[in-house]
């Protein structure tokens, strides 16, 4: 029999009394791959977090190696041979990556020079192209999420848990996880892998458990699972088709309304080179292109989140008027709301409720009657997205933290929407997100193409891009170099385009 190494007997938790884990039996076996599957908020991060010690049950056993431990942290579960890889990183803006790497494991005098060749050369070990010297704070998320998978690799655990690794990461780079994971399965190292993805938890996994409201519905070798059959564990009923099962067609596209945005030779550094483009009302236009295509940084200078060069920097116009936004707030109170990719670090102020979060939104836009802001009209704003978007929280005054990935999704775009623009620009709208709000944000943006409103959706997710957009646009080196229809593309021409 396979050698069980870490074992979960009736594992609950509580949060105000509500379970987020409830009565789990869960088994990880020495030298296996095992996808742990799920929606938002169906307990996934929670039961990981208990086994690397972030979080305590409330009630069950943990064995290791067939005892019974009680881990006091992070740290103790590092000792016991448990690291885990966080979906939202863990690591430290102003260090370099060199330095996070060793972080807690230095030595009493360390010699920089030597400790920046050591991290250069693991690092090329791992086939991953992160330069040692840089802090974590220059970064792209995809970079970020690099570092912290060569950190949990270097510490030699016997568990490592990655959770949504591969959420940020180029195909390329995909590749090389995936060729990192075989090699530490084969020397006996065990992994539980946390995934959106389904194709890839069939692809690479040996067992795949499913959680449903907290509570395991399915647990089996990963041959006797397809994706369909995944779905239905997950939600309680096919999402298939209504994901990425129909093809697009020239016929069934949305036709251009009143062009709302234009950009002419616009020019920012070395990440954005003379592209020019128009966006029109009414329309979801689609952005594809490889990490470093300059697509994010094309959508942060249209909302003055970043600003272009200063001297041949191009023009934009929004509306009947050239604009050159600064900072974001003139660009909201004009109507273009930017939804971030990284929303941890740019969507939401974690400490909030998900009230104070959606409100903070409104008061962007509008200043509250006598400039006293009231808890009620916040409430009433909160209740009324909450079922839009179907956010789901374990009360309605929980903190924006205390929520999953795909419902902290929900409430950046909330807190965008509210704002009521002319312009909305969706940075990886459903990175980290499960199917079933998948869906729900999917129908978000083609609601909004069908009132009048500018799309802007930016993915690396093809099928995304292909099933949304009404045209698609293909940046490659700072620049947009191809445009397609929906009848027109297809996959390979898509990547041909973003690549040659």
């Given at each position: 029999?396979?050698?069980?190494?870490?074992?979960?007997?009736?594992?609950?938790?509580?949060?105000?009394?509500?379970?987020?884990?409830?009565?789990?039996?869960?088994?990880?076996?020495?030298?296996?791959?095992?996808?742990l599957?799920g929606e938002?908020?169906?307990?996934?991060?929670?039961?990981?977090?208990?086994i690397?010690g972030?979080?305590?049950?409330s009630?069950?056993?943990?064995?290791?190696?067939?005892?019974?431990?009680?881990?006091?942290?992070p740290?103790?579960?590092?000792?016991?041979?448990?690291?885990?890889v966080?979906?939202?990183?863990?690591?430290?803006?102003?260090?370099?990556?060199?330095?996070?790497?060793?972080?807690?494991?230095?030595?009493?005098?360390?010699?920089?020079?030597?400790?920046?060749?050591?991290?250069?050369q693991?690092?090329?070990?791992?086939n991953f192209?992160?330069?040692?010297?840089a802090?974590?704070?220059?970064?792209?998320?995809?970079?970020?999420?690099?570092?912290?998978?060569?950190?949990a690799?270097?510490?030699?655990?016997?568990?490592?848990?990655?959770?949504?690794?591969?959420?940020?990461?180029?195909?390329?780079?995909k590749?090389?996880?995936?060729?990192l994971?075989?090699?530490?399965?084969?020397?006996?190292?065990?992994?539980?892998?946390?995934?959106?993805?389904?194709?890839?938890?069939?692809?690479i996994?040996?067992r795949?458990?499913?959680?449903r409201?907290?509570?395991?519905?399915?647990?089996?070798?990963?041959s006797?699972?397809?994706?369909?059959?995944?779905?239905?564990?997950m939600?309680?009923?096919?999402?298939?088709?209504?994901l990425?099962?129909?093809?697009?067609t020239?016929?069934?596209?949305?036709?251009?309304?009143?062009?709302?945005?234009?950009?002419e030779?616009?020019?920012m550094?070395?990440?954005?080179?003379?592209?020019?483009?128009?966006?029109?009302?009414?329309?979801v236009?689609?952005?594809?292109?490889?990490?470093?295509?300059?697509?994010t940084?094309?959508?942060?200078?249209?909302?003055?989140?970043?600003?272009?060069?200063?001297?041949?920097?191009?023009?934009?116009?929004?509306?009947?008027?050239?604009?050159?936004?600064?900072?974001?707030?003139?660009?909201?109170?004009?109507?273009?709301?930017?939804?971030?990719?990284?929303?941890?670090?740019?969507?939401?102020?974690?400490?909030?409720?998900i009230s104070?979060?959606?409100?903070?939104?409104?008061?962007?836009?509008?200043?509250?009657?006598?400039?006293?802001v009231?808890?009620?009209?916040?409430?009433?704003?909160?209740?009324?997205?909450?079922?839009?978007l179907?956010?789901?929280?374990i009360?309605?005054?929980?903190?924006i933290?205390?929520?999953?990935?795909?419902?902290?999704?929900?409430?950046?775009?909330?807190?965008s929407?509210?704002?009521?623009?002319?312009?909305?620009?969706?940075?990886?709208?459903?990175?980290?997100?499960d199917?079933?709000?998948?869906?729900?944000?999917?129908?978000?943006?083609?609601?909004?193409?069908?009132?009048g409103i500018?799309?802007?959706v930016?993915?690396s997710?093809?099928?995304?891009?292909?099933?949304?957009?009404?045209r698609?646009l293909?940046?490659?080196?700072?620049?947009?170099?191809?445009?397609?229809t929906?009848g027109?593309?297809?996959?390979?021409?898509?990547?041909?385009?973003?690549?040659?």
């Open positions: 029999m396979t050698e069980t190494l870490i074992e979960l007997q009736g594992a609950s938790k509580e949060y105000r009394g509500v379970h987020a884990v409830r009565n789990v039996d869960f088994a990880l076996h020495k030298g296996e791959i095992h996808a599957l938002n908020g169906a307990g996934k991060s929670t039961l990981s977090k208990m690397a972030v979080t305590p049950p009630a069950g056993k943990l064995l290791l190696d067939g005892r019974e431990v009680q881990l006091d942290g740290a103790d579960a590092l000792a016991n041979g448990i690291a885990m966080f979906q939202e990183t863990s690591l430290v803006p102003s260090m370099t990556v060199a330095q996070n790497l060793y972080l807690g494991d230095e030595k009493a005098f360390n010699r920089l020079r030597k400790l920046y060749i050591a991290a250069q693991f690092l090329s070990s791992l192209n992160v330069d040692p010297w802090t974590v704070s220059s970064l792209g998320a995809a970079q970020k999420q690099l570092v912290e998978i060569a950190r690799v270097r510490l030699k655990s016997r568990v490592i848990i990655f959770d949504e690794p591969t959420a940020t990461l180029t195909p390329e780079e590749h090389y996880f995936f060729s994971v075989d090699r530490l399965r084969k020397t006996g190292v065990s992994i539980l892998f946390i995934s959106h993805a389904l194709e890839e938890a069939l692809a996994s040996d795949i458990t499913i959680l409201d907290g509570e395991m519905v399915a647990s089996d070798v990963t006797k699972f397809d994706r369909d059959g995944i779905i239905r564990a939600v309680g009923r096919s999402l298939s088709n209504e990425y099962g129909r093809k697009r020239d016929d069934d596209v949305r036709q251009p309304g009143k062009k709302v945005l234009s950009v030779n616009l020019s550094g070395s990440m954005v080179h003379n592209t020019s483009f128009s966006l029109y009302s009414g329309q236009t689609g952005f594809f292109g490889l990490i470093g295509s300059g697509r940084e094309t959508a942060k200078i249209i909302a003055g989140v970043i600003k272009r060069n200063i001297f041949h920097g191009g023009e934009v116009h929004f509306g009947d008027h050239s604009v050159r936004y600064r900072e974001p707030r003139p660009s909201v109170r004009d109507g273009i709301v930017y939804i971030t990719e990284d929303r941890k670090a740019e969507g939401f102020f974690e400490t909030m409720t104070q979060n959606i409100h903070m939104g409104l008061l962007a836009t509008e200043r509250p009657p006598g400039g006293v009231l808890n009620s009209a916040a409430q009433a704003v909160t209740e009324e997205w909450s079922k839009i179907q956010i789901r929280a009360n309605p005054n929980a903190r933290v205390e929520l999953s990935g795909g419902n902290q999704q929900k409430v950046v775009i909330a807190k929407l509210v704002q009521k623009p002319k312009l909305v620009i969706f940075d990886e709208p459903t990175r980290g997100v199917v079933g709000a998948i869906a729900e944000i999917h129908k978000v943006i083609e609601d909004l193409a069908d009132s500018a799309v802007m930016i993915s997710y093809l099928p995304e891009i292909m099933i949304l957009s009404d698609i293909v940046c490659r080196l700072g620049r947009v170099v191809e445009e397609f929906p027109s593309a297809t996959e390979e021409k898509i990547m041909y385009a973003a690549v040659h």
